[in-house]
């Protein structure tokens, strides 16, 4: 199976701080990777699909990067509401999917 | 609007079994996979189990397979999970999610809406 490393596993920043977390994929997953957002008590919210593609509806403050094994998933400026847990995922390794173990961000 | 409503969590023994269900509404269920996703109490998603639109394609987690058995009905627009011979470590909030592409392999693409979840507990 598809192993999905994020780092770091938790984050503290201020509001306006630019944001960046990484997810790296075992193997060369080409694309095939979405990130979601979970705040509290809530389910996931798809932000960015196929790495770089913004979800309609989703602030332009957020963007995702990259390809083959490494990935970024960008904040360009927090905000309060931004506190949650976000997580990446890959479909590569059809008919299953991996997530990444998570990536709680505070606010300092 | 799309909406998901899961159904069939409880509280219930090791080794026993729990039906869980799925409602979907506000989309055309017989054109898009559908996915249980879990997440144990403070702890990360993982992926259980996805189908295809058609049933045509099915996969499961490692850590269910041979226990849990996905299906659908689509004239009902539901979604189930059989979970039999049930363990302590299956405890978690079950969500259901919907594929968003249409006409997809199970676990292809991005899951958008997600529901809001029913709770197993497995305790003795």
């Known amino acids: 199976d598809i192993q999905m490393t994020q780092s770091p596993s938790s984050l503290s920043a201020s509001v306006g701080d630019r944001v960046t977390i990484t997810c790296q994929a075992s193997q060369d997953i080409s694309n095939y990777l979405n990130w979601y957002q979970q705040k509290p008590g809530k389910a996931p919210k798809l932000l960015i699909y196929d790495a770089s593609n913004l979800e309609t509806g989703v602030p332009s403050r957020f963007s995702g990067s990259g390809s083959g094994t490494d990935f970024t998933f960008t904040i360009s400026s927090l905000q309060p509401e931004d506190i949650a847990t976000y997580y990446c995922?890959?479909?590569?390794?059809?008919?299953?999917?991996?997530f990444g173990q998570g990536t709680r961000l505070e606010i300092k | 609007e799309v909406q998901l409503v899961e159904s069939g969590g409880g509280l219930v023994q090791p080794g026993r079994s729990l039906r869980l269900s799925c409602a979907a509404s506000g989309f055309t269920f017989d054109d898009y996979a559908m996915h249980w996703v879990r997440q144990a109490p403070g702890k990360g998603l993982e992926w259980v189990s996805g189908?295809?639109?058609?049933?045509?394609?099915?996969g499961y987690a490692d850590s269910v397979k041979g226990r849990f058995t996905i299906s659908r009905d689509n004239a009902k627009n539901s979604l189930y999970l059989q979970m039999n011979s049930l363990r302590a470590e299956d405890t978690a909030l079950y969500y259901c999610?919907?594929?968003?592409?249409?006409?997809?392999?199970?676990?292809?693409?991005?899951?958008?809406?997600w529901g809001q979840g029913t709770l197993v507990t497995v305790s003795s």
């Open positions: 999610a919907k594929g968003k592409t249409e006409r997809a392999a199970a676990g292809q693409g991005r899951f958008d809406p």
């Open positions: 995922q890959q479909y590569d390794n059809l008919p299953r999917v991996t």
């Open positions: 189908i295809s639109w058609n049933s045509g394609s099915i």
